[in-house]
């Protein structure tokens, strides 16, 4: 049997982590291990966590990680996950997991069944539909679906596209993927911590011509809630500030992650890519804006980022 391994960072999670982890104890895989890294909760986040500890199956597992590394420090979601990246024991397959969000009982046996048609040596970026609900779990919508890509399919990707659009293989709680690929990702050198593992590990994929899998069934009930990030929640000038803060975290993303690609990846990937990262990991403002290739799929987006490399953001 395929080992399982899935990751997770909590943070004052008591209000919605039971039911998560009541979804993982569910699923229908037999057997995984559940890392965890609290990072700093000041509720009872961790008291939970070891209660269900003791009620998990045997053959299903919840691994507190602070109690090996003694940092029960808070680092921040990113940096947290950047630990934790480094802390799981070995497996075939690893899924990332949001302490707020329910699993379907079938979604790691569908998505090891999806990336089992694949060699082990190639590297496999798994992701499905899910429902976007609100603190509730009442389902608001489901994303439009969507089509995998093909090793063969992966060289014509536009890499610029890909970093800059962000979610272009999903969010992370839809996420899963092969060895091949965690050590191609994590593992070929540091990279910025203010980096979202979820966009970096579909970058990685994209510019090193590994396969994308897409699964359109809905396997997760994606919750939005008063402590979810999202500018789609708030009004008037509540809404606009949002929405800059959104934009400045997805600036620094893109940049610091060039910056951080193009060092461990820039004479890896085709000549194409590799003019793009070196352009856009230069002050070039003027020769950046006038970048031949589509960067976002709409064009106000398009043009609201051509902005952005003027005014220097990007």
């Known amino acids: 049997m395929k080992k399982v391994v899935l990751i997770t960072s909590t943070?004052?999670?008591e209000k919605y982590l039971p039911a998560m982890l009541d979804s993982i104890m569910a699923q229908t895989w037999p057997a995984l291990d559940l890392f965890i890294r609290d990072d700093g909760s000041k509720d009872s986040t961790v008291s939970i966590l070891r209660d269900y500890q003791r009620r998990f199956p045997e053959e299903k597992r919840i691994i507190l990680v602070n109690d090996y590394t003694g940092d029960w420090n808070n680092k921040g979601a990113h940096?947290?996950?950047?630990?934790?990246?480094?802390?799981v024991s070995r497996a075939d397959y690893y899924f990332f997991c949001d302490q707020d969000d329910v699993w379907h009982p079938e979604k790691t046996a569908s998505a090891v069944s999806h990336m089992d048609k694949y060699p082990d040596h190639m590297p496999i970026l798994y992701a499905h539909n899910y429902y976007v609900c609100d603190n509730e779990l009442h389902v608001e919508h489901t994303l439009p679906d969507r089509k995998s890509v093909a090793p063969e399919e992966m060289p014509a990707v536009n890499l610029a596209n890909v970093i800059m659009t962000g979610t272009w293989a999903g969010v992370g709680m839809a996420q899963a993927f092969n060895h091949t690929l965690k050590r191609l990702t994590f593992h070929?050198?540091?990279f910025d911590r203010s980096i979202a593992i979820d966009c970096w590990i579909s970058w990685v994929v994209a510019g090193m011509n590994g396969t994308l899998i897409w699964d359109n069934t809905p396997l997760a009930y994606y919750r939005r809630h008063e402590g979810t990030y999202s500018c789609g929640n708030a009004n008037g000038l509540a809404k606009y500030r949002d929405w800059n803060k959104h934009m400045v975290r997805h600036c620094n993303n893109i940049v610091n992650g060039i910056h951080s690609y193009n060092k461990l990846y820039g004479d890896k990937v085709s000549k194409d890519r590799q003019a793009f990262l070196k352009l856009f990991d230069s002050r070039k403002r003027v020769r950046k804006c006038l970048y031949p290739h589509r960067l976002r799929n709409s064009l106000i987006d398009e043009i609201a980022f051509r902005l952005l490399i003027l005014s220097g953001k990007i």
Do not use: P, R, V
């Open 11 to 13: 943070y004052n999670g």
């Open 188 to 190: 070929a050198g540091e």
């Open 79 to 87: 940096q947290s996950y950047h630990t934790l990246m480094h802390s």
